[in-house]
């Protein structure tokens, strides 16, 4: 594994999956799929071995790093919403509101898309005060987290 502080960011050796809608990998991914060669020599790597430092670095507060090493993961497998939503919240934990939300919207169009998603949305458009926009999400984010469908009532014990 290489430092990135000692290291100068070159060229990236990963190649995005030919699958990637353009739409997922805009510029901001691209740029931070570079970062991301600075961090690991993917090819010497397994995913999973990435898949792992992406993860244990967003745990531990390197979110910078986490955020190159999920967008390298969503480049190569953007079918993958985990990546997806790792690299979300990696923008989100730095402070890139404008970049999590255009992601997480694109990961919120999927028909089956996960409650969380629409999390990160709200946190991104309250930081940048769009606050209608966040109490919207907000609600989107508690109805797909409600295990009983409205009307339904519980039964007491």
Do not use: M
Not at 35 to 53: R, T
Not at 54 to 62: D, R
Request: proline residues 5%; negative net charge.
């Amino acid at each position: 594994v290489k430092t990135p502080d000692d290291v100068k960011f070159a060229g990236s050796n990963l190649e995005p999956s030919e699958k990637a809608p353009s739409l997922a990998l805009d510029d901001g991914i691209q740029h931070e799929v570079q970062e991301a060669s600075a961090i690991i020599d993917i090819k010497s790597n397994s995913w999973n071995v990435v898949d792992a430092l992406a993860f244990f670095y967003a745990q531990y507060g390197k979110v910078r790093h986490a955020r190159a090493l999920y967008a390298a993961l969503y480049a190569r497998f953007p079918e993958n919403r985990r990546y997806g939503l790792g690299l979300a919240s990696a923008r989100l934990a730095c402070e890139d509101y404008e970049g999590c939300l255009k992601l997480s919207a694109y990961l919120a169009d999927a028909p089956d898309a996960p409650a969380s998603v629409f999390f990160l949305i709200a946190r991104s458009h309250h930081a940048l005060g769009h606050q209608e926009e966040a109490q919207a999400a907000v609600q989107t984010f508690i109805e797909k987290n409600d295990p009983q469908p409205k009307g339904a009532g519980s039964r007491a014990r």
